[in-house]
């Protein structure tokens, strides 16, 4: 049987991984990214559960250690910075946090020599037939292809292009988040501080001498926003953190001049179907959890599922997008449940919610402790 063709859009977590798997598998996978080389953002996420195992597999558990964080937990702190609460972040097993950045960067080397890569580039159109999909790029040739993946995140162009638009399957979960980069700022290298006014939180995140200031704030939809326009980013972040203390006039100081600033709508992709005859979506594209809930994982967990099963089945397309998408939304599903608790936790909306969420913090250890004791006993 003559070899598969797979073009893939994206290389951020979900695309590269897949890439590697599937020429694993004995696929001839093409990757269209639109950046220039690797993702720049480095807010720190995790590896954890089975995208371990699937990094194991990969051969790259040591490089992922190697680039990890060593935050151990996490202190909220009042506007004079004394700590009001705190919550451990020890990280479970095998499980790893590294600046996004260095994840797609190992994922991506791990791919490298199996795939072909088409860095500042993009899909333009699509057409499906009965034998295959043509793709136009907005700079390279065109050229058909057997199959075609969307990895390109939560505002995926193949989603866009093979099932409508955005507006239909992205859903705003009722909070913005920005991250910048502070890499000046020394912090303790263990400790992510967290200071919170009604409805608004800022984080500084340490992570091996980069650190990442992260802005979340409660605020609705807006149609009109544009995820591109950076200066609109700038005017909103500013004016919705106007007052807020701590080292906040510092920090939106500092954005006035960032030039690596990131501004999005924090929002889960909800979509009946992953899969349309020839062209699949995979990751954020697919099932966006939101920043809260191991998107990274499930875009490891899903691309190793899919490639898994396109191997299985490679004569026939239609029956691995059905397995693959059976398997992996029982993993999504949970996650994507579970986003308003960590909101409420994380950015509570009242100064009583603050207050009540610190005095919860505090009472932690006792319980634990206490659970412990009994399990002691018992
Ligand atoms: C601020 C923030 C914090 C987060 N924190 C965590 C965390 O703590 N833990 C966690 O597990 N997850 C976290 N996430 C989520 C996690 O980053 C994503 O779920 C994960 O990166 C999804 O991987 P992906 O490959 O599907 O998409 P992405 O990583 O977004 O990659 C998509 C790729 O497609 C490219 N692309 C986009 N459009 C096109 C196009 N038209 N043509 C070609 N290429 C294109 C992009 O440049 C990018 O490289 C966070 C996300 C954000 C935004």
């Not at 299985?312 to 398997?327: G, L, M, N, S, V």
């Not at 960590?342 to 919610?353: K, V």
């Not at 913090?361 to 206490?370: D, G, N, Q, V």
Request: glycine letters at 8%; hydrophobic letters at 40%.
């Amino acid at each position: 049987m003559r070899t598969r063709s797979v073009l893939i859009s994206g290389a951020g977590v979900a695309g590269p991984t897949f890439a590697y798997w599937l020429a694993r598998h004995g696929f001839r996978p093409t990757v269209v990214e639109c950046a220039q080389g690797m993702r720049s953002s480095g807010s720190p996420i995790d590896v954890r559960g089975r995208a371990v195992s699937v990094a194991e597999q990969m051969g790259i558990m040591p490089q992922l250690r190697a680039a990890a964080t060593e935050v151990t937990g996490l202190n909220f702190v009042s506007d004079s910075g004394h700590q009001v609460g705190s919550i451990p972040m020890q990280v479970m097993g095998d499980s790893v946090e590294l600046p996004r950045f260095d994840l797609a960067t190992i994922l991506l080397e791990a791919a490298r020599d199996k795939a072909e890569f088409l860095f500042e580039d993009s899909i333009a159109t699509l057409h499906q037939d009965a034998g295959g999909v043509d793709v136009a790029f907005e700079h390279a040739p065109p050229r058909r292809f057997d199959l075609v993946i969307g990895a390109d995140g939560l505002h995926s162009r193949t989603r866009r292009l093979a099932f409508g638009p955005e507006g239909e399957y992205v859903r705003h979960m009722g909070v913005w988040v920005a991250t910048m980069p502070v890499d000046d700022l020394t912090l303790d290298q263990h400790k992510v501080l967290l200071h919170n006014s009604p409805g608004r939180a800022v984080s500084l995140h340490p992570g091996r001498g980069k650190t990442m200031a992260a802005f979340m704030y409660r605020g609705p939809g807006d149609e009109n926003f544009d995820h591109r326009d950076t200066t609109d980013h700038k005017c909103r972040l500013i004016e919705a953190y106007t007052g807020a203390g701590w080292r906040v006039p510092e920090l939106l100081q500092r954005v006035h001049e960032a030039d690596d600033l990131y501004f999005d709508s924090v929002s889960q992709v909800r979509i009946d179907r992953w899969s349309t005859r020839r062209v699949a979506l995979l990751g954020d594209a697919a099932s966006c959890v939101s920043l809260f809930g191991d998107g990274s994982t499930l875009a490891m967990a899903g691309a190793s599922t899919l490639a898994q099963a396109l191997a299985a089945t490679p004569a026939d397309h239609t029956a691995a997008f059905r397995h693959y998408e059976r398997e992996h939304r029982r993993l999504v599903a949970p996650k994507q449940r579970a986003v308003g608790q960590a909101t409420a936790l994380l950015i509570p909306a009242s100064r009583f919610g603050i207050a009540a969420r610190n005095a919860a913090t505090r009472l932690w250890p006792l319980a634990s402790s206490l659970q412990q004791l009994r399990r002691a006993l018992s």
